[in-house]
């Protein structure tokens, strides 16, 4: 029988909030949580996978819910509040182990990373993630802390942002979104969403906007993902959630676009890898060796009943890695 990679009852706690998360089901079955065991679900969001999680180390067990959105970490204490098994901090993932010792957790049974934003930060104007809505131009996943979106438009070079634009949105029109920006705002600073969707829609000629995704899709997810720094802490992440697993332990990371997934896949690779020497070595010098093997060899992809019920799963995929017995 086909089993849908949507949520089940069992999984999708019942009023969870706000957002419902992608690929629930195939995650919980990959981590293989069990009755008193350590769970970290370092991207809580609304709780969605932590209730899931929560509800398969019960009892005896415990999940360590981080998110670095204030916001999110707010909502989150009182979805929780009262339930034991489910401790709730705010910070980055990428401080997983740290965070997890404030709690006197050294090894975890499992760590699911759903990476991306949640409904409500696209759905809150106020943060500034939306093109949809009019905003200032924010961005920042924890508002206390680094640039905003705004001071990177207004304050980076042309070139600069050119570049940023083509290498983080994978945007064709990179050149003529900076140029137009840079126009702009030598009149006016740019301040808010509004203004900075015109001018990529401005700079983009309507035969070339793309047919299913707003022409300022890309230029918003290279401003989201420099804003928050998001490939450097997935990289941080990724070695933390590897390094504090016990022997056996699973990691699940699902990811929305081709730049975190091919981050995942690469890092999941190297260190599914016994020897990183070049091919025509005759003998191994880089003393690597593998410390997780890889639970699926092909990405899981939501299927069809998924897809037709949430648009946001459209580019979810996810992979999972256990670590090794000996792989400390
Ligand atoms: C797709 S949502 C997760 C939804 C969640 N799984 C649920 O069931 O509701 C991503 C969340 O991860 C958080 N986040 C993204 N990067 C993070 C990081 N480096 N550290 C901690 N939280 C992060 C965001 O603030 C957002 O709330």
Redesign the pocket.
């Known amino acids: 029988m086909r089993r849908s990679t949507a949520a089940t009852p069992g999984d999708q706690a019942p009023d969870a909030p706000g957002?419902r998360?992608v690929l629930l089901h195939p995650l919980i079955e990959n981590l293989q949580p069990r009755p008193g065991q350590t769970a970290v679900d370092?991207?809580?969001?609304?709780?969605?996978?932590t209730a899931a999680l929560a509800g398969r180390v019960r009892p005896g067990g415990r999940v360590i819910a981080?998110?670095?959105?204030p916001d999110?970490a707010a909502t989150l204490r009182q979805r929780f509040a009262g339930d034991p098994a489910v401790r709730v901090v705010h910070?980055?993932?990428?401080d997983m182990e740290s965070i997890a010792a404030t709690c006197g957790v050294t090894t975890a049974d499992c760590v699911a990373l759903?990476?991306?934003?949640?409904s409500m930060?696209l759905d809150t104007a106020a943060r500034g993630f939306s093109f949809m809505l009019d905003g200032p131009l924010d961005m920042r996943?924890d508002p206390g802390s680094g640039d905003t979106a705004a001071a990177i438009v207004n304050t980076y070079e042309e070139d600069a942002l050119a570049t940023l634009l083509r290498e983080l949105g994978d945007e064709r029109f990179a050149r003529q979104i900076a140029r137009e920006i840079a126009r702009r705002r030598s009149q006016a600073p740019l301040h808010t969403t509004r203004q900075l969707r015109d001018a990529v829609e401005a700079s983009i000629p309507r035969r070339a906007w793309p047919k299913r995704i707003n022409p300022a899709t890309r230029t918003f997810q290279a401003l989201r993902i420099a804003v928050?720094r998001?490939l450097e802490?997935l990289e941080r992440?990724l070695q933390a959630a590897l390094h504090i697993l016990r022997p056996g332990g699973r990691l699940g990371v699902i990811s929305f676009h081709s730049l975190e997934d091919t981050l995942v896949k690469n890092a999941l690779h190297v260190a599914a890898t016994a020897c990183l020497c070049p091919p025509q070595q005759s003998h191994c010098t880089c003393a690597h060796r593998a410390t997780i093997s890889l639970v699926n060899r092909k990405v899981i992809l939501p299927d069809a009943d998924e897809l037709a019920a949430n648009p946001r799963a459209r580019s979810a995929r996810l992979r999972v890695a256990e670590k090794l017995a000996d792989g400390t």
């Open positions: 957002h998360p370092g991207t809580a969001g609304a709780g969605g996978v981080i998110d670095r959105d999110a910070g980055d993932f990428a759903d990476l991306g934003v949640s930060q996943m928050n998001e802490s992440g």
